[in-house]
């Protein structure tokens, strides 16, 4: 498919609902968030007030993809800067959240959503610990402009950033984006398996046909030794 070109901007509050719309899109066929995402409505919301928080903090970079002749947002992307001397306020919640629900399916979106975020601070922190580094904390594009690069040149954006500051890149793959990540330069350093049975709805019946799951925690290495 032919390449999209598109310009790369920083996000404002007034493109919430278009970033949100786009984060829901492109999850629309991944199964462990059909699992989690219970609530398109309310996940929208959560995800409206995460980007709200990341978007009016410094430490953070979110930035959109856009069309230059129609100025449509295409996809966007969110990066933390970590031990940066000017981010000491860069804890922002990242895992989006739901309004509590007493439904044994919304119980198990909830248990999922918690494992999966506890995972990703265990891996993650322990490789970022005590480093300099930019986080890549979310990449999407919307389903109508995916496999035109859209979501390479967001996530080169970060990368040349990183590669200015002499610091590593962080970030967490699910199955559809490593193959992305490794032909841009990430390496898988550690890895988590999740075997979906456990956790969808009759899985555990054998039904669904829910199946294993892996999230990659990969690097990409500074190419330069930053200033002694």
Not at 95 to 108: G, H
Not at 126 to 154: A, E, I, N
Not at 159 to 169: N, S, W
């Amino acid at each position: 498919m032919a390449t999209t070109s598109v310009i790369i901007e920083a996000a404002t509050l007034d493109d919430l609902s278009a970033l949100a719309t786009i984060h829901i899109a492109a999850f629309t066929n991944d199964p462990a968030v059909q699992i989690m995402l219970t609530d398109p409505a309310k996940h929208e919301e959560s995800v409206i007030e995460m980007l709200k928080q990341q978007i009016s903090n410094p430490s953070w970079f979110v930035m959109k993809a856009v069309d230059p002749g129609t100025g449509s947002v295409r996809g966007w992307a969110s990066w933390l800067k970590s031990g940066y001397d000017d981010t000491e306020q860069g804890n922002v919640d990242q895992t989006p959240s739901s309004d509590d629900d007493n439904s044994p399916e919304d119980n198990q979106s909830k248990d999922l959503r918690a494992y999966v975020a506890a995972q990703q601070q265990r891996h993650l922190g322990r490789l970022m610990s005590g480093k300099k580094c930019l986080k890549l904390d979310s990449l999407f594009t919307h389903p109508h402009f995916q496999r035109q690069g859209v979501g390479t040149t967001l996530l080169r954006w970060g990368t040349d950033v990183a590669v200015g500051d002499h610091v590593p890149c962080y970030l967490a793959s699910t199955p559809s984006a490593y193959s992305v990540y490794c032909a841009n330069g990430f390496q898988a350093r550690e890895w988590i398996d999740i075997d979906l049975r456990n956790w969808g709805p009759g899985g555990k019946d054998g039904y669904r046909g829910w199946g294993n799951y892996r999230f990659w925690y990969m690097e990409k290495l500074a190419k330069n030794p930053g200033p002694l």
